[in-house]
């Protein structure tokens, strides 16, 4: 990045305090392909994004055209080492950084990749993975990774929309190893297919950097499902998931949509009774409308529900449990705010061009939890507006300001409110991240 990009979203981070803000570094994902660039209609060459509704100054024109210049919008790294700069939960903290090497193999039709980081509140991550990613002319997919986490400070309130005002913490420690397939029929349209096993979680009291002397879940909700246990069970899990994504671009869409269910299985394989064996059902939709032909003004739309099925005398662990709150989902509330066997969120963005890399938007988000998903009602909601700054392809951070029954809540992110890890995220998702 520039200098001067680099002071401004810094400084940004710097002023709110690494409570309040992760910064991430550019909205890389290395396992996606790079995005191609857009073309106006008749294909007449790359399309521009529409100036604005204001001139924007050639400080930060010059400024945000030289970082993208030289680091493009999205897309793989090249072979050799990178900065890894990703990998890590919400509540990790403002800044997480580490090595990574990339090596492509047999003639460039897959490659490695290793990487490892640390962040403020010293969560660590370690993975390796081989992926080939454009097997029969891009129609096929396969990939295996091995993951292991240390998330030091995960905020917990307990279950249900009437749950504490005020967070515990726990730190868990995990060992993934996945293997998956992707099938795509049409470029637009995919179904992965995932199995993996899972080392017994490790539950403990919070600890790592910077702590905000928040109680131990496991003291103060020895009851939760999961939480008293001194070992924690194996899983095998597996998963199915359809998605449609027609978005034109995947950090900074403008039109198009992106629909998907999936269907993941947790098997106990501890226990005798199978007591921690149960099944998640998951939807989720995005669409995005332009509202002017130059695409200055859209509407961004968002739902997803998220239901358990546990049959009787079985249980879901409390880490496991679907969880809203935070900066992409309720985003006057804290992060994993609300815990419980479902959930359903919804949020509705409008967006206007301020400058041509800066739009300005407004936003309502409506959601809540229940252990029962035919309770399930929008009661809980966040009311907002908000600040992005993009290339014409990529989001690269956004500042919004919240306000909700529990008060006034300001988020910084270096990506799209919509930018769903969740999509390409292959390991088990332990703990749940809204």
Do not use: C
């Not at 804290?334 to 301020?354: G, K, P, T």
């Amino acid at each position: 990045m520039s200098r001067a990009l680099l002071v401004a979203v810094f400084s940004v981070g710097v002023l709110v305090g690494p409570g309040d803000a992760e910064i991430r570094g550019q909205d890389l994902r290395t396992d996606e392909a790079p995005e191609q660039d857009p073309v106006t209609p008749g294909g007449a060459g790359p399309a521009r994004a529409n100036s604005g509704l204001l001139t924007e100054p050639p400080l930060l024109s010059s400024a945000i055209d030289e970082a993208f210049a030289r680091f493009g919008d999205t897309g793989s790294p090249s072979n050799g080492f990178y900065l890894e700069l990703s990998n890590m939960i919400t509540g990790s903290g403002w800044v997480s950084i580490g090595p990574g090497y990339r090596q492509e193999i047999l003639n460039g039709n897959g490659f490695v990749d290793g990487s490892a980081a640390v962040s403020w509140h010293a969560y660590n991550m370690a993975q390796g993975r081989v992926v080939f990613p454009d097997l029969l002319q891009k129609h096929f997919t396969l990939g295996g990774q091995v993951m292991w986490q240390d998330e030091t400070q995960v905020d917990y309130f307990g279950v249900g929309a009437d749950s504490l005002a005020f967070p515990t913490q726990y730190r868990i420690q995990t060992v993934d190893s996945v293997g998956w397939a992707i099938a795509r029929p049409l470029p637009s349209l995919s179904l992965t297919g995932t199995l993996g096993f899972l080392r017994r979680p490790d539950i403990m009291s919070p600890g790592g950097t910077f702590q905000s002397g928040a109680p131990s879940t496991v003291s103060m909700f020895p009851t939760v499902p999961g939480a008293a246990d001194a070992f924690q069970p194996n899983y095998a899990h597996n998963e199915v998931a359809l998605m449609s994504d027609t978005r034109d671009h995947r950090s900074r869409p403008t039109s198009g949509s992106l629909y998907r269910a999936a269907v993941t299985t947790y098997v106990d394989q501890s226990t005798s009774s199978d007591l921690f064996s149960f099944r998640q059902y998951e939807a989720e939709g995005l669409q995005f409308i332009p509202v002017t032909r130059d695409r200055s003004w859209i509407f961004a739309l968002h739902a997803w529900t998220v239901w358990s099925d546990v049959k009787p005398g079985h249980q879901v662990p409390f880490y496991m449990q679907p969880t809203i709150g935070g900066n992409n989902t309720l985003r006057s509330f804290a992060d994993f705010r609300f815990h419980d066997l479902n959930m359903a969120v919804a949020n509705v963005e409008s967006r206007w061009a301020l400058f041509t890399h800066v739009d300005v938007a407004l936003f309502m988000d409506a959601g809540n939890v229940a252990p029962v998903y035919q309770d399930l009602n929008l009661a809980k909601k966040s009311y907002g507006g908000g600040v992005r700054l993009h290339s014409d392809k990529a989001t690269f951070a956004r500042a919004d300001v919240a306000w909700g029954a529990e008060g006034w809540a300001f988020v910084f992110r270096t990506s799209d409110v919509f930018r769903l890890a969740r999509i390409t995220r292959r390991v088990a998702a332990v703990p749940f991240v809204p």
